[in-house]
């Protein structure tokens, strides 16, 4: 697909700077961007490339200071990009509906209008599945689950009995919703577990990504508020309740009977501590370990993890040392020659 | 379900405090409790609960010192309401034995009595499946491989070939049982691959958390010692040696050739290097990262991880720089007055 | 099987120091070698061990100074000893070519010759697959997707959309490829997703362990270089750039847009920040989180990661703090002393 800046402008509310029949090919980050192609600004890490950039329009933000031969201004430059990608990239057409003749379907299951079900997914018993739902080969919904309309499961997703996936929702490969929680007590002639006889209950637009791993509750429902994204490797367990409008970067953990609030972004191979509560909008940085409660809107860091400040303030505490040993062996040396001086 | 706290004493050895007759119908944790449930109080950081929770009888230790007007004392609390959970929510009935006839099981198979072989599921030649275990759909046994009776396989689970599995496991969707170890050698033209021609020994009451990894030996097998507990996520590379009735929670891995003793507690997201041998009764505490051997029933901390004592002790000590440096600033003070004093 | 020490020699060109006609009946590593067994010796760590193993003959390098009964000397005992196992230990015959009557391929689907396509497989429209391609039980493969001939597909594979996978290609089971990178901004009225339209290229000669996630890119494909290995719950984000012959140990994670060179070592559960370049040769240690660029050739440890001289002289520092207190409790006593002598 070819647009002029123009067009393409209009698609995004955007204000055309420049030539506004430029032709508009494709889109591309701005390092690798060729003559016909248009870019965003967004991170200002990459504001270097402007001078060498050989895009033929960049996409800045209404502030923006700099100069180029192109420009469309808008409101969030990577938002509008983004809303620019299916006109360029249309995506793959997804399946028509229809059951494929080798999928399980048990003769209980009510199944709503359009759904795609694909070669060998198996639905067991008391199911329900909702309207427009895709669910791609080889996947597995355990007795008495539920999913909401339009959601989209990728293949080889297992998600068990007894677990309510909200509408909207896309699920990618390899997940697995409603394992067993981690529940063992050691007994006097070995372990005993603890039956796991909760639910899961997912809401309304939450994405999960490839290889998550989200565990029933003991009583309850493990619950994944509305809206939460949750990128690869993501482990949920038993009874944790996070809240709304999250992100999860990949690698990260929640142990069990945490309650993370609402608008909470945790980075990549974060440990969050059994029963502890993180409050609304908390931010936690990479690879850090949570291992008390968090209130709202604090950014925590390090492991185990104290507010952003405490933590970096450590770091160059400890980096200090050398300095602290020099001034220790001048105030030795000044002391001696004292001492001799007397 | 509903019984009278008498009967439910009975259930579980316990001896009744207040009201025999109070009807319980259903459990709850402290803090969810509303009136007519039971709850149990065991991990003290709950016990400021007690003031508040509308439950009509908690399970308390034998010396549980507190006030409350129904309560049911017994040896563990926990444990005690653990085994009450299948009376008040019965598990999903288990799937009646027989072999779906989507199931690919080849000839040479040798099948137990009362298996459930679900949809999809591959059983390669030369395998041998116990008496009374299920196969849930979509999951892969390869070459001369064995189940003991009783196992339970939940969707979506890889075992290779020649993997044997004890009798009465439960392993949940995602896990991957077998796939070669990580052995390779840099050459001059690139990069050699080491053989992984060992297999893997999963003990007797094994249970093994959703998406996990057990790698095979390279000539001997990997193994995990009979009622050890694995969480998600777990990494267990070739040749690796874990004891019996071992934990190992969530995202935690053992690299390559190292032995774990037995009745050892690793907590989540640990990371434990190769060639290493850990001995009984060690406890490595979340985020670990452990180095060297560990002797007996150590505690571990850290990465790179030391016993616990050391450990606590290291961040105590960093967190007192501030301190450090304020007397630091204080000698020097000092002593250019006792300087110019002079 | 059984050879003479002679025979084993000239399979890897070795020189025999010994008796030439001892019997060799297995491979073994030293610790565990009985009468018979032929073993290795390459991490020094091990050489503890000549004196007391049971083997009846030990490879070695060739500037081995030890003594011992019968030694084959050759140049790299490790990878010597690597090239035997398949004369001990005859691996599982792959199964014949051939396409199972469950397997649903689409019928625009290019087959290549002599493949094996195992139960349950599933291959969607515009698929290209190499000749001598084995894809093993209920693996999936989405439209435009394309695997190089003689690749090897375990079981349980998701391959998304648009992917393609080079020549001699192994996938351990559960991994996925292709799933969408973790793209999304926060808008007024809650999350608003970035397309993910770009793909997958996975290079010849790369082998991908179990439970792994390889992100699609955004515009452009997210790329693993020619004969890199991939261990198990390898999380590559979208748009990264792995480059040729690179290790990556289990658990360990790159963000989206990060470029690591060729010839890079990343040790287990090791975190790579988004948007960095890691040069070629570059050696990360173990739970290592790297946060910026990274020079060739440099040696990285620790959490925010240093060089790791650096990093170990913080360490090192970090525990002088008692022997830092013990200094200034003693300046503190002088000074006290010289003030009251005044």
Redesign the interface.
């Known amino acids: 697909m070819t647009f002029t800046l123009a067009q393409i402008s209009q698609f995004i509310n955007g204000v055309v700077e420049g030539n506004p029949d430029t032709i508009i090919t494709d889109?591309?980050?701005i390092q690798?961007a060729e003559d016909g192609e248009l870019t965003f600004l967004s991170?200002p890490?990459y504001s270097k490339y402007i001078a060498t950039t050989h895009a033929s329009a960049i996409l800045v933000a209404k502030d923006f200071g700099g100069e180029f031969k192109n420009l469309i201004r808008v409101t969030?430059p990577?938002?509008a990009f983004?809303q620019l990608?299916?006109r360029f990239?249309p995506?793959?057409v997804p399946p028509n509906p229809g059951i494929?003749p080798?999928a399980?379907i048990d003769e209980s299951v009510v199944l709503g209008k359009e759904c795609y079900i694909?070669?060998?997914v198996?639905i067991e018993s008391d199911c329900t599945i909702g309207d427009h739902v895709i669910l791609?080969?080889?996947s597995?919904v355990?007795?008495?689950s539920e999913i909401g309309e339009n959601s989209f499961i990728?293949?080889?997703v297992?998600i068990?009995?007894?677990c309510k996936i909200g509408a909207n929702a896309?699920i990618?490969?390899?997940?697995?919703i409603g394992?067993?929680g981690?529940?063992?007590?050691?007994?006097e002639t070995?372990?005993?577990?603890?039956?796991q006889?909760g639910g899961v209950e997912i809401g309304d637009?939450v994405?999960i990504?490839?290889?998550?791993?989200i565990?029933r509750g003991?009583?309850?429902n493990t619950v994944i508020g509305k809206?939460t994204?949750l990128?690869?490797?993501i482990?949920i367990?038993h009874?944790v309740k996070v809240g709304e409008?999250c992100?999860m970067?990949?690698?990260s953990?929640i142990?069990g009977?945490t309650r993370v609030g609402n608008y909470v972004t945790i980075a990549?191979?974060v440990?969050i501590?059994g029963?502890l509560n993180i409050g609304d909008g908390v931010i936690v940085a990479?690879?850090s370990?949570i291992t008390k409660d968090v209130g709202p809107n604090v950014i925590m860091f390090g492991?185990?993890a104290q507010d952003q400040h405490t933590a970096r303030r450590?770091?160059a505490?400890?980096?200090?040392?050398?300095d602290?040993?020099e001034?220790?062996k001048n105030?030795?040396k000044?002391?001696e020659l004292?001492?001799r001086?007397?």
């Open positions: 889109l591309a980050e690798h991170n890490k969030d990577y938002f983004s990608i299916p990239r995506p793959i494929n080798s399980t694909g070669p060998n198996i791609l080969g080889n597995y355990g007795q008495k990728f293949p080889n297992s068990y009995h007894r896309r990618h490969s390899g997940t697995v394992s067993d981690y529940g063992f007590v050691r007994t070995g372990i005993s577990k603890i039956p006889e637009d994405e990504g490839a290889n998550c791993s565990d003991t009583l309850r809206g994204k990128d690869n490797f482990q367990a009874n409008y992100f970067a990949a690698m953990g142990a009977s990549a191979q440990g501590a029963h990479a690879q370990g492991s185990p450590e770091i505490n400890t980096r200090s040392i050398p602290i040993k001034r220790i105030l030795e000044d002391l004292l001492k001086g007397k």
